[in-house]
């Protein structure tokens, strides 16, 4: 008995998983853009200033320039 109850159980959760992939399926298509991807008139790229942050972080957990690092081990 409880053998068929797993195969229940498992046939079960593979109907679900098939409906949840169909419904995000039909969803995607409903809210895709009708532009996508790279193309003139975007926007340009901002200046994250990478640098920067890499330098506060070794700055703090390190310590740069004969400075002790602001947190301890």
């Given at each position: 008995?409880?053998?068929?109850?797993?195969?229940c159980v498992v046939?079960?959760?593979?109907?679900?998983?098939?409906?949840?992939?169909?419904?995000?399926?039909?969803?995607?298509?409903?809210?895709?853009?009708?532009?996508?991807g790279s193309g003139?008139?975007g926007r340009p790229?901002?200046?994250?200033?990478?640098?920067?942050?890499?330098?506060?972080?070794?700055?703090?957990?390190?310590?740069?320039?004969?400075?002790?690092?602001?947190?301890?081990?």
């Open positions: 008995m409880y053998d068929d109850l797993d195969v046939l079960g959760y593979r109907a679900g998983l098939r409906i949840r992939r169909a419904l995000l399926t039909v969803r995607r298509r409903v809210e895709k853009l009708p532009f996508g003139s008139g790229n901002r200046d994250r200033n990478l640098d920067l942050g890499a330098h506060s972080i070794m700055r703090d957990y390190f310590g740069v320039g004969g400075e002790p690092p602001v947190y301890s081990e």
